[in-house]
C-alpha cells in the first residue's frame, strides 16, 4: 500500500451514510475517499423505501436530533427532486399516536392526527435512494473526494490518519461487533395504479407490517422485520402477503403488475455507535453504523457528529 496518499481521510463503506459522511468531511475541506465493497447500487440503502422517519433505531434520545437535522437538509433538497431524488409527499401513519413521539415530534411540519383519530398525518420527505445515492456521489467527487471499490477485512491496516467505519451490517465482522444483526426487509415493486400518497401501518410484536411508498419507478408495497433473518432472496409467500396486505388498504394494489422483488438487511444495534477510538499504532478510528431501518432519516445529524469527531482526531 506504499502508493497510498497518507492524507486522506479514508471511509469504509458506501451507502447513505458512508456517502454523506464522505460528503460533510470534502465540504468541510478534509481529503476524503470512500472505499465501498459493493457500488453504491448494490448496497442496503440502494433498497430502502425510504422515508423520512425514525424506525427501528436507538437510542431516542439522540435520534430526534440526528433525524431534525437530517429533515432539514431534505426538506431543502426536496425543491430540487428530479437531480436529488428527494420529493415531500403527503402520507398517514396508521395506528400511531402523537403521544408516544419523543419531543422531536413537535417540530415536524404538518405532522397532525388524522381526522378519523386512527393515525398521523404527515408531509416528509420521499426519497428515491438509486437516484439519492448517485446524486450524493456526484456531489462528493465535485467538493474533490473519491470512491473506490475496495474490499476491507482490516479496519486498522485502512491506509489512513483517520478512518471512518460506516460499513452497517459489514461492522458484525469487520469490527467485530455481535451487537449489530441483520433485520431483514422484503419489498415487492409494482406498477403504480395511481397512489400518490404513501401508507405505514406497523405493529412492532409482529415481523410482517404494511406500507406503500409511491416513488417515480413504481409503487414500493411492504413489508417485513425479521429479526436474525440473512436471506437475500424473496420470498414467494412472503411477497403475496405484502400485496394482499396492501391491497386491502388500497384495491387498486390487487392487480398491478410485479416489476420487482427486493429484500435489505438493516444493520440493527441496541443503540447507534459514532464514537472515536485510537487504532493501535494511534491513528484514529470513527465509528458510523448500527442506524437500524433509519439510516436515510439521520444520515446527515450521523455525518456532522462523524465529521466533528474526524476533526478532533486529524
Known amino acids: 500500500m506504499e502508493h497510498e496518499r497518507s492524507d486522506d ?7 447513505v451514510v458512508g456517502l454523506t459522511t464522505a460528503v460533510v468531511l470534502a465540504e468541510n475541506g478534509i481529503p476524503v475517499r470512500v472505499w ?3 457500488p453504491a447500487e448494490r448496497t442496503t440503502s440502494a433498497v430502502a423505501g425510504a422515508l423520512w422517519w425514525p424506525y427501528r433505531i436507538e437510542p431516542e434520545p439522540l435520534v430526534g436530533g440526528w433525524a431534525l437535522e437530517s429533515l432539514a437538509v431534505y426538506e431543502a433538497l426536496a425543491t430540487r427532486p428530479e437531480e436529488t431524488g428527494v420529493r415531500v409527499v403527503e402520507g398517514v401513519h396508521r395506528g400511531m399516536r ?19 383519530g386512527e393515525g398521523l398525518v404527515a408531509r416528509l420527505p420521499l426519497i428515491d435512494m438509486p437516484v439519492h445515492l448517485a446524486w450524493l456521489r456526484t456531489r462528493l467527487l465535485k467538493a474533490g ?13 485502512v491506509p489512513a490518519p483517520v478512518v471512518v467505519n460506516c460499513t452497517g451490517l459489514g ?8 451487537a449489530v444483526r441483520p433485520v431483514r426487509g422484503q419489498l415487492v415493486v409494482v406498477e403504480n395504479p395511481g397512489v400518490t400518497t ?6 412492532h410484536s409482529s415481523d410482517t407490517s404494511t406500507y406503500f411508498f409511491p416513488q417515480p419507478g413504481g409503487l414500493i408495497l411492504g413489508g417485513t422485520a425479521e429479526d436474525d433473518a440473512w436471506s437475500p432472496e424473496p420470498d414467494p409467500a412472503v ?8 391491497a386491502a388498504i388500497r384495491p387498486e394494489i390487487a392487480g398491478a403488475r410485479v416489476l420487482a422483488h427486493r429484500v435489505g438487511l438493516r444493520p440493527a444495534r441496541t443503540a447507534v455507535r459514532l464514537e472515536r477510538l485510537p487504532l493501535p499504532d ?22 456532522r457528529e462523524a465529521a466533528a469527531l474526524v476533526g478532533a482526531a486529524a
Not at 411477497?239 to 396492501?246: E, K, N, S
Open 198 to 203: 404513501w401508507f405505514t401501518s406497523v405493529d
Open 36 to 38: 465501498n465493497r459493493d
Open 239 to 246: 411477497a403475496a402477503g405484502i400485496i394482499a396486505r396492501c
Open 145 to 157: 473526494g473519491a470512491v473506490e471499490e475496495r474490499v476491507v477485512t482490516d479496519l486498522a491496516r
Open 9 to 15: 481521510v479514508i471511509v469504509v463503506g458506501g451507502g
Open 171 to 178: 461492522a458484525r465482522e469487520l469490527v467485530p461487533d455481535p
Open 98 to 116: 402523537l403521544d408516544e413521539l419523543g419531543p422531536w415530534a413537535a417540530r415536524v411540519p404538518q405532522l397532525r392526527t388524522a381526522d378519523d
Open 282 to 303: 494511534g491513528r484514529a478510528l470513527v465509528h458510523n453504523y448500527g442506524h437500524g431501518g433509519a439510516g436515510v432519516t439521520v444520515a446527515w445529524g450521523c455525518a
